[in-house]
């Protein structure tokens, strides 16, 4: 019976660290996970330090982590390109990344326009959350 439960034990550890698409599951939760990731780019834009491109490129590791797929409505997931795009837009140079490159040539009110469309996401999403 010991080796049973230490069966059980592992293969449980295994399925919580794979993704849905891993272990056969459906899409569970992918929404509230968005909804996390993008509550940590809000507060990585309100409480940052330095101008908004630095504050938008910390919210953007948070962005990053998430897929179009994350979304369920067509909408959501236009708004969520649109902003990757925008965070990614220009080639980087030397060895900084796409992010890097896009936020250094980016100015004050393009970087307040993709904040607010990230803060509208944010919102979008918990709407759709408290609809369920």
């Known amino acids: 019976m010991k080796s049973l439960a ?3 034990a592992v293969l449980e550890g295994i399925f919580r660290t794979l993704t849905p ?3 056969g599951a459906p899409h569970i939760m992918t929404i509230e996970y968005a909804h996390e990731k993008l509550m940590d780019a809000i507060y990585s834009l309100a409480t940052g330090a330095g101008r908004i491109q630095g504050r938008l490129g ?3 590791q948070s962005l990053i982590r998430l897929k179009p797929d ?3 409505d067509e909408h959501l997931r236009r708004s969520f390109n649109g902003i990757l795009d925008d ?3 220009a080639p ?3 060895s ?3 992010i890097a490159a ?3 040539v980016t100015d004050d009110e393009d970087a307040r326009a993709i904040a607010n469309r990230i803060v509208a996401l944010y919102h979008a999403v918990g709407r759709l959350i408290s609809e369920r």
Do not use: C, I, N, V
């Open 6 to 8: 230490f069966l059980d």
């Open 21 to 23: 698409e891993q272990s």
């Open 58 to 60: 910390h919210a953007a």
């Open 70 to 72: 994350d979304f369920p």
């Open 87 to 89: 965070l990614t837009y």
């Open 92 to 94: 980087p140079q030397s």
């Open 96 to 98: 900084e990344g796409s």
């Open 102 to 104: 896009s936020l250094r």
